[in-house]
DNA sequence: ACACCAATCGTTTTT
DNA sequence: CGATTGGTGT
C-alpha cells in the first residue's frame, strides 16, 4: 500500500507525505506539486496509518482551492475520503458558530454581511454621528476596522490606542459598527474568524471536543492566513502538535487583505520541532520562464531561501514589447492570440491574458470583440453582487433574521413604496435610542406591544400606512417559508414584492436581470436538491461564503481574462501580462507608499504571474496609459530580467493591423527598449493612432458555416481588414483551408 | 417622495 | 472616462 501512495512523488514530496506525526512546514514553490503532497498525505493517513477520515481536517483560503482540494482527494481515495472535512476557514468557523451559536450568546440564524453590507452600515453610522472628517471615506473606516479586526484588537483596545483625532474617529466608528452588528444579529467576515477564536478561548471544553475531533489539521496557502486565523490553527492543534502548513512566501499577495506574510516565516520559531519540507523542483514550467521568475523575486528581502529547478528544458524565450498605449498593447497581444490560435499552436483555452487592475481587461475585451475571439471575463462582475440578486437576497435574509437592519433598509422602499429618508431616519434613529431594531420598533408600533405612542414618531399617516403594508407583505412571505421551497419562495417573493414589474419598467436591462433572477431560482433549486439541510439559513450562508457558481467552469474554447491576485493557484501554457509600467506593476499606491513591504508585495504578485506559464511568456507594456494618457516608464521589475532570457517584440511603430510582421519576433539589439535606471522615454515616432471603430464582424474563430460552392466547414482563422474580414475557413470533404473575404464570401453560419 | 440633472470624485486586489 | 454623489425642481 505505502509503495502505491508514494509512489511518482520526489524525495521531498514523499519526505512530506510521510510526515504525520509532527508540526510541519511545506514550503512549496509554484509548480512543485502541492496539491498531490496534500492529497497524497491525505491518503498517507488513512490507509498507512490508519486514520479515521472523521479526523482530518484541511482548511483553504478559497472556495476553488477547497473545492479542487476535496475534488484530488475523492479521485484518490475513491470515495472511502467520505468524511474528510474541506473546507474554506470562514466557512468551517461559520459551521461552527451556528452549532456553537447559543453560548456566545449569538442568534443561530444570524446573517453574515458582506462588504457591501459593511459599506452601506458603515455610510449610515458616519451620518448618524453627522462628524465629518475630510478624507476619511467609510471604505477607509472599515479597511482599519477589519485590520483591527484581524488581529483581533477590538473597539475598546482601539480606543486606548488611538493616537490622533482619526484614530479616534475611527474608534468611535468601531465602537458603533460592532453594537449595530450586535443589534442585527449580523457578522462580518472577520467575525466569523474572531467569534471562532473567542469560543475556543473562553470555553475549554469546546476547544477540547474540536481537537479531539480534528487530530490532523493541514492548512493549504498558509501564506494567505491573518493572525486570527493562524490563532485559531493553534488552538485547535494545541493538544497534538500536529499542524501541516503548506504554503509559499513569495505567493503571498494578499496582505491588502491583513494576510500576514509572518506566519509561515515565523512558523518554525513557533513550532520548533517542525520538519521543515522544501519542494524546489518545479514541473510547470520551461527553464527560461522559471529562471526569470527567480531573477525576479531575488531581490525581495522578505522571503524563505528557496532556489527553484527544473528538468524541463530551456523552452522559447520570454516576448517583452511595448504599445503606444493600451488600444495598442491589446491590438498586440490579441493579433498574437488569433495568430498562434490560427496556426494550431494552441487553443484558446491555453491562454490567458493577465492584468493588475480589472478596468485593463476594456481594451482587451474590445480587441477580442473585433478580433471575433472568444473570451471568459473571470470573477469581474460578480453574480451575488449585482444589485437585483441583492436586492432579492435580502429580501430572503430579511425574512430569515427580522433583525438585520442593513437588509430592510435595502429593500423597504424598493421597488418604492412611500417610505422615504424622512421616514427611516426617524425610525432609526428611534431604533437607534431604544437599542433595538427597526424591525422591532414596527412591531412595538403595530403590535401594540409597548409603550411606543405612534404620535411619539411624528410619522405621516400616509408612511405609517405604507409602513404597515411592507410589514404585512414581509408576515406573509414569512408564512411561505414552511410550506414552499426555496425557489418558489423566490419567485413569490420576486412577484409579490413587486420587484418584476419595477424591473420590467426599466426596460434598459431588463432581460439581463430577470435572466439573472432565474438564474438565481435554479441555484437554489439545485441547492435545495443537492443539501440535505436545506432550510433558508443554510442556503443564505452558501450564498455569501460560497459565492459564485465557482467561475462558471473552464467549458469550450475561450481566452482567459484574469487579474493576476485571482491567477494565483492556475496554469496556461501561454501567459500574457499586460500593463508592465511603473504606476501599473507595480502598483502607484504601492510605490507612493513609505512602507517598502508594499513594493516586495508587487513584486511578488508580479511572481506570481509570470510563474503561471508553462511554455510561453509575454510581457507588454504600454508608453501611453488611460484617459489622462501620460507616458509611464516601463516596470523597474523588467530590469531584473536579463537579457539574455529576453526577446523584444519587433514593433517600432508601424500601423499595427497592417499585418503580422511585429509577430514576427526576432532576437535584436533594441534601442527602443532599454531596461536601465537612464531610460529615456521614447518619442513615438507616427501620430496618434487614429481611433479603430470596433466593427462588429459576423464571424468568429469556430464558427461553423455554408459556402455555397465548398459547402460546409468551420472558422478556423480570422482576420479584421477595414471594416471587412478575412477568414480562414477549413471545408469538409477535402476542399481544405480557403482564404475568404467576408464580404465577398456569403457564408452562412449554421450549427 | 421621487425623478432627473449636474458636478464631482477617485480610480487594486476580495474570502 | 465612468460611476457615484449631491442638488434641484416637480
Known amino acids: 500500500m505505502e509503495s502505491v501512495i508514494l509512489q511518482g512523488l520526489n524525495p521531498q514530496?514523499?519526505?512530506?507525505?510521510?510526515?504525520?506525526?509532527?508540526?510541519?512546514?511545506?514550503?512549496a514553490g509554484p509548480g512543485s506539486g502541492k496539491t498531490k503532497v496534500i492529497t497524497h498525505r491525505v491518503a498517507y493517513l488513512i490507509y498507512e496509518k490508519h486514520v479515521s477520515p472523521f479526523e482530518i481536517l484541511g482548511l483553504t483560503f478559497t472556495n476553488k482551492a477547497a473545492s479542487e482540494m476535496n475534488d484530488r482527494v475523492s479521485g484518490l481515495l475513491d470515495n472511502s475520503v467520505a468524511g474528510v472535512t474541506i473546507s474554506t476557514f470562514h466557512s468551517f468557523c461559520a459551521m461552527l458558530l451556528r452549532r456553537e451559536s447559543e453560548k456566545l450568546g449569538l442568534k443561530q440564524n444570524f446573517t453574515i454581511y458582506d462588504d457591501q453590507d459593511q459599506v452601506s452600515l458603515v455610510k449610515k453610522l458616519v451620518k448618524q454621528l453627522d462628524i465629518d472628517v475630510d478624507n476619511v471615506t467609510p471604505r477607509t473606516l472599515l479597511s482599519q476596522i477589519s485590520?483591527?479586526?484581524?488581529?483581533?484588537?477590538?473597539?475598546?483596545?482601539?480606543?486606548?490606542?488611538?493616537?490622533?483625532?482619526?484614530?479616534?474617529?475611527?474608534?468611535?466608528i468601531y465602537e458603533e459598527y460592532e453594537a449595530a452588528l450586535n443589534l442585527s444579529s449580523a457578522l462580518d467576515f472577520d467575525d466569523l474568524l474572531l467569534k471562532t477564536y473567542h469560543l475556543f478561548?473562553?470555553?475549554?471544553?469546546?476547544?477540547?471536543?474540536?481537537?479531539e475531533r480534528f487530530k490532523y489539521v493541514m492548512i493549504d496557502e498558509f501564506q494567505d492566513t491573518n493572525i486570527t486565523q493562524y490563532a485559531i490553527s493553534k488552538q485547535l492543534a494545541l493538544a497534538t502538535g500536529n499542524l501541516a502548513v503548506v504554503g509559499d512566501p513569495n505567493q503571498s499577495i494578499y496582505s491588502w487583505r491583513n494576510a500576514d506574510i509572518h506566519n509561515i516565516l515565523s512558523f518554525h520559531d513557533d513550532f520548533p520541532t517542525a520538519k521543515v519540507v522544501n519542494l524546489d523542483q518545479n514541473y510547470r514550467s520551461t527553464r527560461t520562464i522559471l529562471e526569470t521568475a527567480q531573477n525576479l523575486i531575488s531581490p525581495n528581502t522578505e522571503k524563505f531561501d528557496q532556489k527553484l529547478w527544473t528538468e524541463n528544458s530551456g523552452g522559447q524565450p520570454i516576448v517583452i514589447g511595448e504599445g503606444y498605449n493600451e488600444k495598442e498593447e491589446a491590438e498586440m497581444i490579441i493579433s498574437e492570440i488569433n495568430n498562434i490560435v490560427s496556426k494550431g499552436e494552441y487553443s484558446l483555452s491555453d491562454i490567458a491574458i493577465m492584468y493588475r487592475v480589472n478596468s485593463q481587461s476594456r481594451a482587451l475585451e474590445e480587441k477580442c470583440i473585433k478580433y471575433g475571439i472568444k473570451y471568459q471575463l473571470v470573477g469581474s462582475l460578480k453574480f451575488y453582487q449585482r444589485q437585483e440578486i441583492k436586492d432579492l437576497i435580502a429580501f430572503l435574509r430579511l425574512i430569515n433574521n427580522p433583525d438585520d437592519d442593513v437588509s430592510l433598509l435595502r429593500v423597504i422602499n424598493v421597488p418604492a413604496r412611500g417610505i422615504g429618508q424622512k421616514t427611516l431616519s426617524i425610525l432609526s434613529s428611534f431604533a437607534v435610542n431604544s437599542k433595538s431594531s427597526i424591525a422591532n420598533v414596527l412591531d412595538q408600533v403595530f403590535a401594540g406591544e409597548s409603550s411606543i405612542e405612534i404620535k411619539d414618531l411624528g410619522l405621516t399617516k400616509a408612511a405609517l400606512k405604507n409602513l404597515f403594508n411592507f410589514r404585512e407583505m414581509m408576515a406573509d412571505f414569512k408564512g411561505y417559508v414552511s410550506t414552499r421551497s426555496l425557489p418558489e419562495l423566490i419567485e413569490i417573493i420576486f412577484d409579490q414584492s413587486g420587484y418584476k414589474n419595477h424591473i420590467m419598467n426599466e426596460s434598459e436591462n431588463y432581460q439581463e436581470r430577470n435572466e439573472n433572477i432565474r438564474e438565481l431560482i435554479n441555484t437554489?433549486?439545485?441547492?435545495?436538491k443537492e443539501n440535505t439541510n436545506d432550510s433558508l439559513s443554510a442556503f443564505l450562508e452558501s450564498v455569501s461564503l460560497v459565492g459564485d457558481t465557482d467561475n462558471l467552469s473552464y467549458q469550450g474554447q475561450k481566452l482567459t481574462l484574469i487579474t493576476l491576485h485571482q491567477s494565483k493557484g492556475l496554469e496556461f501554457p501561454v501567459v500574457f501580462i499586460s500593463g508592465l509600467e511603473d504606476g501599473m506593476l507595480p502598483h502607484i499606491r504601492s510605490i507612493d507608499s513609505e512602507n517598502p513591504s508594499e513594493l516586495e508585495e508587487e513584486r511578488r504578485l508580479c511572481y506570481v504571474g509570470v510563474t503561471r506559464a508553462k511554455e510561453r511568456l509575454y510581457l507588454l507594456r504600454s508608453f501611453r496609459r488611460g484617459f489622462r494618457g501620460e507616458p509611464s516608464l516601463p516596470s523597474r521589475f523588467l530590469a531584473d530580467i536579463t537579457k539574455a532570457q529576453v526577446v523584444s517584440w519587433n514593433f517600432s511603430g508601424e500601423k499595427v493591423n497592417q499585418s503580422n510582421k511585429y509577430v514576427d519576433y526576432q532576437l535584436h539589439q533594441d534601442e527602443h527598449f532599454d531596461l536601465g535606471p537612464d531610460y529615456d522615454i521614447p518619442e513615438y515616432k507616427d501620430s496618434e493612432p487614429k481611433e479603430e471603430q470596433i466593427s462588429f464582424n459576423q464571424f468568429k474563430v469556430g464558427d461553423k458555416v455554408a459556402h455555397k460552392v465548398f459547402g460546409d466547414g468551420i472558422i478556423i482563422g480570422c482576420k479584421p481588414i477595414d471594416e471587412d474580414q478575412e477568414l480562414q475557413v477549413a471545408f469538409k470533404d477535402g476542399i481544405g483551408i480557403k482564404k475568404l473575404l467576408g464580404s465577398f464570401a456569403k457564408l452562412e453560419e449554421i450549427n
Open 201 to 211: 478561548r473562553d470555553y475549554p471544553e469546546v476547544v477540547s471536543k474540536y481537537q
Open 13 to 27: 514530496q514523499t519526505e512530506a507525505v510521510k510526515a504525520v506525526d509532527t508540526p510541519l512546514l511545506v514550503i
Open 147 to 172: 485590520k483591527a479586526k484581524s488581529k483581533m484588537v477590538g473597539w475598546s483596545t482601539y480606543q486606548e490606542n488611538a493616537g490622533n483625532y482619526i484614530q479616534e474617529f475611527t474608534a468611535k
Open 524 to 528: 437554489a433549486g439545485y441547492f435545495s
